[in-house]
Nanobody
């Protein structure tokens, strides 16, 4: 079993930055592929970014490429999502998910473990 806890969300103005954290327990992030997804009201959960088990491969949605960065800190057993140049359309609840496969997936159904989510609100 893997337990995931997200933190770092909040209210920020457009153009600002936030860093989301996904702390894991029960399994190390070095043995998991971790993805970030988001869900806005009335919309489906959508892929944001993922990082492979080794940390050597990263994946991004086109909408966040060049603005968001995903990275792992194995010593802290956590995965982070650095979000820069935030836009109002980035407003959503952000979730981290984990899977044991080697590589990331864009499909949220491929992730077996989920955190409770953290709200990100970007004001214009």
């Amino acid at each position: 079993q893997v337990q995931l806890v997200e933190s770092g969300g909040g209210l920020v103005q457009a153009g600002g930055s936030l860093r989301l954290s996904c702390a894991a327990s029960g399994r190390t992030v070095s043995s998991s592929t971790v993805g970030w997804f988001r869900q806005a009201p009335g919309k489906e959960r959508e892929f944001v970014a993922a990082i492979s088990r080794s940390g050597g491969s990263t994946y991004y949605a086109d909408s966040v490429k060049g603005r968001f960065t995903i990275f792992k800190d194995n010593a802290k057993n956590a995965v982070y999502l650095q979000m820069n140049s935030l836009k109002p359309e980035d407003t959503a609840v952000y979730y981290c998910g984990a899977r044991t496969a080697l590589f990331g997936s864009y499909d949220f159904n491929e992730y077996a473990y989920w955190g409770q989510g953290t709200q990100v609100t970007v004001s214009s």
